[in-house]
């Protein structure tokens, strides 16, 4: 009998979606949006402005662009609650706050982005780490794992 027949077997996808993981899931798709579009400005600027070194600009754009399929793949797995997608996540916020750190000291409009960011990244680590989203992508803790028979 599948979970559709049997509505008190209790599956990760037959649970509500917590608040916490659709939270943590927008913070992350916005992160990859905000690293697309910073990608597609330099690259666009590298192509047609004349850069002090058109071929660093294109690269750093194109990076940018590539580096902006992890929290973007990440935050659809967890909207579609794949265990697997919180790593990834965790691994956008971690990469993202020496990026705010190094924001916060330079003395320039930089800072706000620098702010921004770092208060995305912690915000989204709190929501990672949340019990309510473990739950909610099947995720168990040590010593809680099924033992097979």
């Known amino acids: 009998m599948s979970a559709e027949q049997n509505p008190t077997r209790e599956t990760p996808d037959s649970e509500p979606r917590a608040g916490r993981l659709i939270a943590a899931a927008v913070l992350a798709g916005l992160e990859g949006l905000a ?75 930089a800072i706000p982005g620098g702010i921004a960011l770092a208060v995305v990244a912690v915000a989204a680590l709190v929501l990672l780490v949340n019990p309510a989203t473990t739950r909610a992508l099947g995720i168990r803790g040590p010593g809680n794992a099924e033992n097979p028979k």
């Open 35 to 109: 690293l697309v579009v910073a990608g597609a400005w330099i690259l666009v600027l590298g192509l047609t402005g004349s850069p002090d070194d058109r071929e660093q600009a294109v690269t750093g754009g194109v990076t940018l662009i590539v580096l902006a399929l992890l929290p973007l793949l990440a935050a659809r797995g967890l909207l579609l609650r794949r265990s697997w997608s919180r790593g990834p996540a965790v691994i956008t916020q971690i990469m993202a706050l020496p990026v705010a750190y190094n924001l916060l000291q330079a003395d320039s409009m």
